[in-house]
């Protein structure tokens, strides 16, 4: 199984940035998908969730209304649109896959891509 992200790089606060997971060894159909993040010094956290099922995405607070997560179950791929950016979303973004009923929560997920930097400058 590996998970490919992609997309992440530099934009200014208020920019936007569309990242990518593209899904190997796994039928993303058959799996619940999250996005996380990682920021300097803090914790990882789960900003985004999509369950295999479909229906309402999970959303952090801190995201909510500004990130959409959707999927192409036919490219096997996850993406993350974010717009409105801010400093503080400056952060590695990772991809993974669960089939754990607890599809909104971390510990869950099984499967990890490698990351992906995104920085926002101010």
């Known amino acids: 199984v590996q998970l490919q992200a992609s997309g992440g790089g530099l934009v200014q606060g208020g920019g936007s940035l569309r990242l990518s997971c593209a899904a190997s060894?796994?039928?993303?159909?058959?799996?619940?998908m999250g996005w996380f993040r990682q920021a300097p010094g803090q914790e990882r956290e789960i900003i985004a969730a999509?369950?295999?099922?479909?229906?309402?995405?999970y959303y952090a607070d801190s995201v909510k209304g500004r990130f959409t997560i959707s999927r192409d179950n036919a490219k096997n791929t996850l993406y993350l649109q974010m717009n409105g950016l801010k400093f503080e979303d400056t952060a590695v973004y990772f991809c993974?896959?669960?089939?754990?009923?607890?599809?909104?929560?971390?510990?869950?997920?099984?499967?990890w891509g490698q990351g992906t930097l995104v920085t926002v400058s101010s």
């Open positions: 993974a896959a669960s089939q754990n009923v607890q599809w909104h929560m971390m510990a869950g997920y099984k499967y």
């Open positions: 060894g796994l039928a993303l159909r058959a799996y619940h």
């Open positions: 999509s369950r295999r099922s479909g229906g309402d995405p």
